[in-house]
């Protein structure tokens, strides 16, 4: 690893203000893929700000008819909630899937949704709850959040501080996992809620997206015969040692017909 | 150089490290606590857990300055002089490895899992293992000990 300037951000004014001062710093959050990556001397940081030790940076809480999770929280907080196993359990379930029970100790949500990777779990759960996301600046709707591999409308320097989930009246995920990481090879998260029915996909493409043509199929009849004769597109689709884009294509509709327990 | 002070297997301990200086190196080369091992470069292997304010942690993957003021536990700090902890005692009666190179993550992994899961079942066992990695045993005889240190934990 190439050495840096390690700073410790004492507020989240604090963690911006190191940020834009120094010269081409990195937030720190659970760094389970940073730490990784700079360890691989792929990123070499002026500056890391590490933002682990801001205790009001973490917790669940009910806000209204929405589930709050702020941005420090890590995937063992969210999957061991009572609030979010009783409101969202999909969600909860989601988060105990994420990486092995180290990684879900350390990884966070507002981490997790910063970085975007193609294969992470959570975009498509925010993307089919219709979550919004809290920074330092502005609130975030989730439909132009993920804008591409890696690539989210944050601006640089711009710090998410929490996650919005609206309580779903029905929702479930499935993902098929690649048999060596465990990523999401395809995940489909699907929620029915009071703006109708979301279908998110992850690992499929550059970056989650939604899958319009289920969610009129779904609005219509909450079935998953309702989606079984639909033949997704492999279009744009990823393609790798691990799956082709015509394969992957068919377990968005698998993995869309299980999460509604098909 | 960041100062750092944590409490590691109940001992205040302190130092002086570079920023990028990781957990796992903290406590092998300043400590000499050489138990904790570190098996691959990627963050993969679980080796070098340890438990971190009472969660189980990689500790190749934090720094070492992000743990200032933590609680860290080590293999070192399980066993009670000559008595085994009830993991370690479980790992040894049903020869829960091999090369031995895994057992220090493995069985401060296994305390995490029976931690968290009092009861675990034999699937659940094999799913929490999901982020330690053995080349030698197949596993079985680890998830029989894991089994049998539940049972003795709880009793």
């Known amino acids: 690893m190439y050495d840096f300037e390690y700073q410790r951000a004492t507020s989240t004014d604090d963690a911006t203000s190191k940020y834009s001062a120094a010269e081409d710093a990195r937030f720190l959050a659970g760094g389970m893929t940073l730490i990784p990556v700079l360890k691989q001397r792929l990123d070499q940081p002026s500056d890391v700000i590490d933002l682990g030790y801001l205790d009001d940076m973490r917790g669940i809480s009910e806000e209204g008819s929405a589930i709050m999770v702020k941005a420090m929280t890590t995937h063992h907080d969210v999957n061991s909630s009572d609030l979010i196993n009783s409101k969202i359990p999909a969600l909860a379930a989601l988060a105990g899937t994420i990486g092995d029970q180290m990684v879900r100790n350390r990884g966070t949500i507002g981490g997790n949704l910063a970085n975007n990777d193609p294969a992470a779990s959570y975009p498509c759960a925010v993307l089919a709850l219709n979550a919004t996301i809290k920074t330092d600046k502005r609130e975030i709707a989730t439909n132009d959040f993920f804008t591409g591999m890696f690539d989210t409308a944050l601006d640089e320097g711009e710090l998410i501080l929490s996650v919005s989930f609206p309580v779903p009246e029905e929702a479930g995920y499935k993902h098929f996992p690649n048999p060596a990481s465990r990523f999401p090879i395809v995940g489909s998260f699907v929620a029915k809620g009071s703006d109708g029915v979301r279908v998110a996909i992850t690992g499929a493409g550059p970056c989650a997206f939604r899958q319009t043509e289920f969610e009129a199929a779904l609005s219509g009849e909450f079935n998953p015969d309702a989606i079984k004769d639909i033949k997704v597109s492999d279009d744009g689709l990823n393609s790798d040692i691990h799956a082709s884009a015509e394969y992957r294509a068919h377990l968005i509709n698998v993995m869309t017909r299980r999460a509604i327990g098909g | ?155």
Do not use: W
């Open chain 2, 1 to 155: 150089m960041p100062s750092i002070k944590m409490t590691v297997n109940g001992k205040e301990v302190s130092g002086e490290v570079e920023g990028r200086t990781l957990l796992v190196q903290f406590i092998r080369d300043h400590l000499g606590l050489t138990g904790t091992h570190v098996g691959c470069d990627t963050s993969q292997c679980g080796a070098c857990t340890v438990h971190m304010n009472g969660r189980v942690v990689k500790s190749c993957s934090i720094l070492a300055a992000h743990a200032d003021g933590a609680e860290i536990l080590t293999i070192e700090g399980l066993a009670d002089g000559d008595t085994l902890h009830p993991m370690q005692e479980a790992f040894r009666q049903h020869h829960a490895l091999q090369c031995g190179f895994c057992t220090p993550g493995m069985v401060m992994s296994a305390i995490g899992i029976v931690n968290d899961n009092p009861e675990p079942s034999e699937k659940e066992i094999r799913e929490a293992l999901e982020g330690n990695i053995c080349r030698c045993t197949g596993y079985h005889n680890i998830v029989e000990a894991i089994d049998a240190a539940a049972k003795e934990m709880k009793a």
